[in-house]
């Protein structure tokens, strides 16, 4: 193992300007150290900036502060020492199994042998021996993922960057090729000195990483970084490996520490109207009430426990959990989802009364709604027009965002019969569909 | 099936610079025939082979109206892999070049040939070349278009991952461009290439054999052929042309598109295995004798070698370059642009409104009205008959199958072949030629519709259907509620090529002979006609700008609009 890291990131920031003037920041203050013999895990939500930070280190994209060096010289492009397994594998549909290993060296303007000997090499490594003439499409999933390995690793790289490999596969591929890998990085048969993954899954980090970074969102940040000293091959089972994996779900439902004095904080950036919602349906809203509040939980459950019982990953689960939160519905504290009395007494009701206690609380806690439905209210025409309200959540937040999030406020709506929406004319009304 | 995809990228083009690019189309348009004008050379001078009717000669000229198209589809081939890379990779130049391409698509096609035949001619005085140029460059308007806006469309939407891949492997640009970016584009661009070809069929016909002032120059080729055969008014011979058409398209449609399109099938990013892999024989039997492999091998061989020859520039240079914003560049551009909308709106000024009494651009707007009129009506007549068969057709796959080709193969076949016939309809019932002329602009334009629908129906999904007759959807209901729905999106791509093909045949249509009977219809076509026939560059200007602007702005106000919202509100993903 050398002193000097094979990768440095220092204070970087990423930051889009939005049509306004302003900035959109979607990465700060990142610091990061690679070393060789090392695998460390981006862990984080969508949107908390994790696949971003492995762009800038691929040279896809720049940093708008900070620096990034590659043993010692800054990253201001695609450098020939990193190489990149992409998470819908990126294969070139029109090339084979081999002309899609050997493009890379191609690229590079390398000897005929020598390109024929390395990508065959790569081949064989990577199991895809008998493979060679196939066509991507005439692969299934893994195999093609393994393509993928292949590419990157006949470059030779230095860094292995991976950016959510595993998770376009289905639970017993994704598994098979996980193994495999870390097999061959653990008998030291890959060109490779360094691996950063990126991932949502928390379990994968705890059974891949010897370091994992979470994130966190707006602005993506690292809220923690956890060191994983467990031998490998891990066991999932094993009470240090679940004690890991429990922390880290603690850490990401821990509540924002920069919180501004006044009173609660929600988990969704911005404020009052300007809050960026997730368009969650309402039937998983109450479809997760009513797995909480039933046996074994009765009303609170561990998150890692109902993410499996449920076979949900963090990034389903999470958005779900905290839209109950904002709605008065449950607490998220300390890696556990606690239902109110609110929640309880909805998972209990029948339909009707379920939307009556969803009106109240949709009303209550969501300012959005609430905003929506007194404009309705005091129009003469009870009508509006949904880019009305776009243009408002546009002084917040960016074009996705207003979208997304008023997609959530007319569902929700829709739901509670706070207001209806009609799709072909754009516009809210308080009539009753005909 | 897959559909074109002409107005998917204008939505978020702004109107301003459509403006701008009519004006500088039309611009052009206008200057080329003054510069035309000048150059006037007296065709007398042309050594004209004479033509004989004699059908030993058709596989003679079968070849040659072939051999045109080929050089016409090679030379649009070029143009849409620079035009449309230019406009895709420089967003300046992109906000320009895109509208006038969807400008210079709804200029009638033998307006071209009209305007520009004297100036082509004269870049060849004395010699067949120019009019082998004019008849070339019109198929070429009648293919480049689309098939540019196809790979500028590609360019576009090249998933992320793919590029990203792409650059981390470093590829050159220029290997970029051959291993990526061209690959990825190839399926739309070969599918909008055979839609272009069996456009081109009818515009050769038409370009072989022209008219200007006294002169006729005739080109060895089937079109000419024909053009002789009605000046005759040898029936046998039209048999012969229309039986050697027939066979001439069925030989390129087996022996070129079948297999490019049954080969080009692999490049599709997101098809998987499984799914209808058009078949070809003739791909087959390339395949078996490695013909195929071979031409891969010495393509990337040709591509490796130009890249390693030229370096052309570092990957990391590119994403580095990329970057960097220019702004004096950014003002350059402005200004030229500028310049340019100046330049054409003069040129407009100068040769439309100097020469032209405003009363004659009345009329002329009225013709073009009466015109517009009369595709409308036969648009809304075609769809009465071909949608209930394209749909009756679409939910039988065995119908569907046999249906299918055969509509594609009626849509390429040049309509304005069986004018005649329609003529000696109306001399000998005396009938009213404004109205039974009119159905020749639909003749061979109305089958888009038809296969269009054949095509929705067909992907109507069978569960939907199930769920239909479960309910007891019958009758009236069944089609208001489950089939028209379902097709909506497929019948508005039909209609509206439909509609662009009624509008270049107008010119053809409204105006038809047969020996020395001529036979008229009141409309746009027949006076951009007559004008041609005359040789007179102003009014050959004025009505093709008009309809021009006819066709931009039902297009922008009609077509678009009915296209996005069939797209958004049934479309089935």
Redo the contacts between chains.
């Keep these: 193992m050398s002193s000097t890291p094979l990768l440095q990131c220092s204070d970087v920031r990423k930051a889009f300007r939005k049509p306004d003037g302003g900035e959109l920041i979607v990465l700060d203050g990142m610091n990061l150290d690679l070393y060789a013999g090392q695998i460390v895990g981006l862990l984080g939500r969508s949107g908390s900036g994790k696949s971003t930070l492995l762009r800038l280190i691929a040279g896809l994209a720049e940093p708008t502060a900070g620096t990034l060096s590659y043993l010692g010289e800054p990253v201001d492009g695609p450098a020939a020492g990193i190489a990149m397994v992409f998470q819908s594998f990126a294969l070139f549909p029109w090339l084979t199994v081999y002309e899609n290993v050997a493009l890379g060296l191609e690229a590079q303007h390398m000897p005929k042998d020598e390109i024929r000997k390395r990508s065959l090499q790569a081949i064989d490594l990577i199991g895809l021996d008998g493979f060679e003439s196939a066509y991507p499409r005439e692969l299934s999933g893994g195999m093609r993922q393994r393509v993928g390995f292949a590419r990157a690793l006949v470059v030779h790289p230095n860094i292995l960057l991976m950016d959510e490999p595993f998770s376009a596969l289905d639970v017993l591929t994704a598994e098979t090729l996980r193994t495999d890998f870390l097999d061959l990085w653990g008998e030291g048969r890959m060109p490779i000195k360094g691996v950063v993954l990126v991932t949502h899954n928390i379990e994968e980090a705890v059974l891949m990483c010897d370091r994992i970074l979470v994130f966190g969102s707006n602005p993506g940040r690292i809220l923690s970084e956890i060191k994983v000293t467990l031998p490998q091959p891990r066991n999932r089972l094993d009470p240090s490996f679940r004690e890991l994996v429990e922390r880290i779900y603690v850490v990401m439902t821990a509540r924002p520490a920069n919180g501004q004095a006044a009173g609660r904080q929600e988990r969704f950036p911005g404020l009052g109207i300007g809050s960026v919602l997730p368009s969650v349906s309402s039937n998983l809203l109450s479809g997760l009430m009513e797995a909480v509040a039933a046996a074994p939980f009765s009303g609170k459950a561990d998150l890692p426990e109902i993410a499996s019982d449920l076979q949900m990953e963090i990034d389903e689960l999470f958005p779900v959990a905290e839209t109950l939160q904002l709605l008065r519905f449950a607490e998220l504290e300390g890696g556990d989802l606690k239902l109110t009395e609110d929640g309880l007494s909805f998972a209990a009701a029948e339909i009707d009364e379920r939307k009556r206690i969803f009106l109240r609380h949709l009303l209550a806690y969501v300012p959005l709604a609430a905003h929506v439905r007194r404009v309705l209210d005091e129009r003469a025409s009870h009508s509006a027009r949904k880019s009305r309200f776009i243009d408002e959540l546009e002084d917040f937040m960016d074009e996705d965002a207003a979208e997304n999030t008023l997609r959530a406020i007319i569902q929700w709506g829709r739901y509670a019969e706070a207001y209806a929406y009609d799709d072909v004319n754009a516009m809210f009304s308080l009539e009753n569909p005909t | 099936m897959r559909r074109f995809e002409q107005f998917g990228i204008l939505r978020n083009l702004t109107s301003r610079w459509d403006l701008i690019a009519f004006v500088v189309v039309l611009g052009l348009i206008a200057f080329l025939g003054e510069a035309a004008r000048g150059l006037f050379v007296p065709l007398t001078q042309l050594d004209i082979v004479p033509l004989s009717l004699d059908p030993r000669h058709l596989p003679e000229y079968a070849a040659r109206t072939t051999l045109r198209m080929l050089v016409a589809l090679f030379i649009s081939l070029v143009f849409t892999l620079t035009y449309a890379t230019w406009a895709a990779k420089s967003e300046r130049a992109g906000k320009l070049l895109v509208p006038i391409l969807d400008i210079l698509q709804s200029v009638p096609i033998l307006g071209f040939l009209s305007i520009t035949l004297v100036f082509f001619m004269s870049l060849a005085p004395g010699r067949v070349l120019g009019a082998e140029f004019a008849s070339i460059f019109v198929i070429f308007t009648s293919q480049a278009w689309n098939m540019a806006f196809s790979f500028y469309q590609s360019l576009r939407t090249i998933?992320i991952?793919?590029s990203?891949?792409a650059?981390?492997?470093?590829?050159?640009p220029w290997?970029r461009f051959w291993?990526?970016e061209v690959?990825f584009g190839?399926p739309a661009l070969v599918w909008n290439m055979m839609m272009s070809m069996s456009g081109g069929w009818f515009f050769v016909v038409a370009s072989e054999s022209i008219t200007v002032g006294h002169n006729t120059v005739a080109l060895p080729g089937i079109g000419s052929y024909i053009a002789l055969a009605i000046e005759q008014k040898n029936l046998p011979a039209m048999g012969y042309a229309i039986g050697t058409m027939l066979l001439v398209i069925l030989l390129y449609d087996q022996l070129l598109f079948r297999p490019l399109v049954s080969w080009v099938d692999?490049?599709?990013?997101e098809?998987?295995?499984g799914e209808d892999t058009p078949e070809s024989w003739a791909l087959t039997m390339m395949r078996r004798s490695r013909l195929i492999r071979a031409g891969k091998v010495a393509f990337?061989a040709a591509v490796?070698a130009t890249?390693?020859a030229f370096n052309f520039g570092?990957?990391?240079?590119r994403?580095?370059a990329k970057?960097s914003k220019r702004r004096s560049l950014d003002l350059l551009w402005v200004s030229l642009v500028a310049v340019a909308v100046a330049a054409g709106v003069w040129h407009l000024v100068a040769s439309l409104v100097a020469h032209t009494p405003v009363h004659e651009a009345v009329q002329v707007c009225g013709l073009a009205l009466i015109t517009m009129l009369r595709v409308f009506v036969l648009i809304a007549l075609a769809s009465l008959v071909w949608v209930p068969v394209g749909i009756w057709v679409g939910l039988r796959p065995r119908v569907a199958r046999v249906v299918q080709p055969v509509a594609q193969f009626f849509a390429a076949f040049p309509a304005n072949l069986l004018f005649p016939i329609a003529i000696y309809g109306i001399v000998t019932w005396k009938l009213q030629p404004n109205i039974w002329l009119s159905p020749l602009m639909i003749l061979g334009t109305q089958w888009y519709i038809l296969f269009n629908v054949i095509a929705g129906a067909a992907q109507l999904p069978a569960e939907l259907r199930y769920a239909a007759t479960n309910f007891g959807v019958r009758g009236w209901l069944w089609w208001r509620k489950v089939a028209l729905p379902g097709v909506l999106p497929f019948y508005v791509t039909g209609a509206i090529t439909a509609s662009g093909g009624s509008w270049n045949a107008a010119q053809v249509a409204e105006l038809v002979t047969w020996g020395n009977t001529e036979i008229e219809a009141k409309g746009l076509g027949s006076y951009i006609a007559d004008a041609a026939t005359a040789g007179d560059f102003h009014r050959i200007v004025l009505g093709v700008g008009v309809m021009s602007l006819f066709v931009v702005v039902i297009n922008r106000l009609f077509w678009r609009p009915l296209y996005y919202y069939a797209e958004r509100?049934y479309r089935l993903t």
Excluded: I, T
Excluded at chain 2, 266 to 269: G, I, N
Excluded at chain 2, 314 to 317: L, P, S
């Design positions: 998933p991952e793919l990203e891949a650059d981390s492997f470093r590829l050159s290997m291993q990526l690959p190839l692999r490049f599709r990013v098809s998987d295995p990337r490796l890249s390693r570092d990957a990391a240079e994403v580095r970057r509100k």
